[in-house]
């Protein structure tokens, strides 16, 4: 993957700045965020990899920095709240004009994530460290590429269906819990110009994003939600006159 | 189709307000609402139907009406902006809990429809009379069922791809115009534990909602979006202790 | 549910014939066809409901009887090869012109279901009496309609992804199983004017087509599949003149 | 598009090789697979791309040469009975295990491609040389990558709905006609681990394959269907033991 692209991992970074669980710094030294920018670096070599949290100046998605990435990634928890709605307009206006969304684990419910898909995003959870093993459904998609099925994570919160979400356009993995539930924990939409790919594994609780297939999967999904050639703009209503396409 | 169901056609209504275009009162003496109305009448003989529109105490559209409404039409066009936030969210929920929706024509734009898609719901439009032709693509859908392929229909807006919608879970059919575009014109949307039916036909300025095929399209999209037994409650986060559905 | 259908439950009949199990005979004493009939009839009292097998004349397939068959139930899996070519492509023929078709678990390798969908529809499988739990993951299906969440079945043999199917119109229910596995179990298609429906749970060493919420889930695909009013005939290739749909 | 791929053209070549119509010679020299091997070279100036016909040892789909094989373009109409079953079944296999197929206007009715759907694949047709226009209705496609809406094709052969085909995964472009037809002219399925792209616009009548927005569409349909990492193995059958993943 030598694709030189803009990437962007944005965490609330809350866990982060109270050391809540009490592993986290040992865990995720540079944060979740930094864990994740360092796995995308090894994939994609060329890329510019940044991170931004709720603490950064404009929470560091300010119109400039949306406009030159080129794939955002979102870890949200605590603090979904905490981001303005002239914010979350703004990344979805990038998303529809292209930019790619990668939504993580409990960003089912940052407010980009719900806005962009208009139904609830509700789901069951139990944090019981239960093992969680996801399965590759469509393994002709870019993102199941290279994926062992079943991805093992030792421990990890349980997410259980219903898991209130439109049909996906592409339904890849398929996740199932020591208790017996089961969650569509990787999901594609298109919206407007923009790709999104949802993956589910990665509570803060665990160090998931060290798990080397969980980082394949995240730089499979950097990789299909990249347009870096797309024109940025979201699609617009327009009032051609008759045949003006022969123009 | 015998089912008993209660039908709710709203209508923002200021066209028929101000009789705007002056054919208004004649093509539609009740209102579109009120043709609508009729028209569904005669395939459901025991349905409870009633119109409202913005003029409406509670714009019509209060909790109590929403609660025993099984179908919710919906046609806006020059005041989407006048329908209040909350009216949307209200409306929103008890989609995602089950009741049925079917948006008309430029409800493409009404704060409902952008809200429950995600997207900018966009598209090309122009506004000079010509023949529409409406085909089937999915002729085993129960919308299809009994619907002449093409519809024709001799004048009506224009409207043309790009439609900004998210990709329909069917699409049913797919519209030509003189000028040569096309447009997905009939397709359907789940979201939560509700269905939607958009049908693009309609346009103020032709006796569209009269032509008997597309009160065929409207009356089958009613049965289809209908959920009577539906418990009203849209999708919530739950915590389930493990293995509680033993219980 | 007061249709009146006419339903055709097919078995090959293998595992009743040879009472392998030895189980079979006191768990289902008219077959699991006759179970499945039963079942269907307290759903739809005034159905015309018949079974058929592999020993019936003509395999109980014959033009004139498909041709008066609103919807054909098939179970098979020892003897797929038994059924002829020219009687698949008769049923493939009624399927495409708007027979309803409810294929049950091992029928997953009947010919009628491969012939259909173009795939291997392979899996993983494994008899050990798991446990076997259905999660509907569509709520607003008519076939997930009045289902319980999860359906938990004591014993059942696994079916594990990957399900080498085309990505199903429809993804209903996802299952697990007591070893982790997961699996589609039910899941919807459209196939020329027809619709298909796939529910896995149902091998022949338990008792599952006696739950009574398999019944009701078999029931309700029934009721769904269902087209009594499509013309059988399936699409065919034309050559229409300049604007015929006029005339 | 700088991937180095093994890409095989495949034409029945009759129309060529009978000079049917008059002007083949003329408009496609080098057969329509010798123009459109040309277009890809230019796209893909590394890849290794080779063309094959009916008359060819083999038909040219040879084991050998499939395995080698990233994707396989297949444009047929006369001869569609003289490819033997075998060697529809080989081509299949490959499908499945990985090959990309793209599929050209009159290939809708080649066996391979109505092997791979399961459905009658059939059309409404009419070669009056009206004016086709391509409609990109999926911009965040990347077979829709650079590619002009509508594509102006001033002359070919109407290809109407009803197309027969299942619902696809992705549909990317709808053409309309003079006479008012529409069809799904861009549409995508995945198969086992194989994709599939059919592109309609291309009749033996009309140079459609010198358009540069055609050759476009060719070029990205190849470089989506491609997937010259994936281990060429269709899905198959397993009894895997409990936890044996962990092994």
Same mark, same amino acid.
């Given at each position: 993957? +030598?694709?030189?692209?803009? %990437?962007? #991992? *944005? ?5 982060? !700045?109270?050391?809540?669980?009490? /592993? ?24 510019? %990899? /940044?991170?931004? +949290? ?10 400039? &920095? ?8 979102? *870890? ?16 979805? =206006? ?19 994530? /719900?806005?962009?898909?208009? @139904? +609830?995003?509700?789901?069951? *959870? =139990?944090?019981?460290?239960? =093992?969680?093993?996801?399965? /590759? ?14 991805? #093992? ?20 993995? %398929?996740?199932?819990? +020591? ?8 999901? &594609? ?18 160090? #998931? ?6 980082? !394949?999967?995240?730089?499979?999904? #950097? ?8 024109? !940025?703009?979201?699609?617009?209503? @327009? ?9």
């Amino acid at each position: 993957m +030598t694709q030189k692209l803009n %990437i962007l #991992v *944005w965490n609330e970074g809350v866990h982060e !700045r109270n050391n809540d669980p009490a /592993t986290m710094a040992d865990m995720y030294p540079d944060g979740m965020h930094g864990a994740i920018a360092d796995a995308l670096q090894r994939y994609y070599p060329d890329a510019a %990899i /940044t991170t931004a +949290t709720l603490a950064s100046p404009g929470f560091g998605l300010d119109e400039e &920095t949306l406009a030159s990435t080129d794939v955002l990634l979102w *870890w949200g928890h605590m603090a979904h709240d905490d981001v303005p709605d002239e914010v979350v307009e703004r990344v979805q =206006r990038h998303v529809l004009g292209g930019m790619g969304l990668v939504a993580l684990h409990s960003a089912h419910f940052a407010k980009i994530f /719900t806005k962009l898909l208009g @139904t +609830t995003c509700s789901l069951k *959870w =139990r944090n019981e460290g239960e =093992r969680e093993l996801v399965w /590759t459904v469509k393994p002709s998609h870019p993102i199941a590429a290279g994926v062992e099925s079943p991805i #093992v994570i030792p421990e990890q919160e349980m997410y259980g269906e219903l898991f209130d979400i439109p049909d996906p356009d592409d339904l890849i993995f %398929i996740s199932s819990f +020591t208790g017996g539930e089961v969650f569509r924990s990787g999901v &594609t939409f298109s919206r407007g110009k923009g790709r999104i790919f949802y993956f589910s594994p990665g509570d803060q609780e665990y160090p #998931v994003y060290h798990h080397p297939q969980v980082q !394949r999967v995240l730089a499979n999904g #950097v990789g299909w939600v990249a347009q870096p050639q797309q024109h !940025r703009q979201q699609p617009a209503v @327009t009032n051609p006159a008759r045949e003006s396409f022969l123009a």
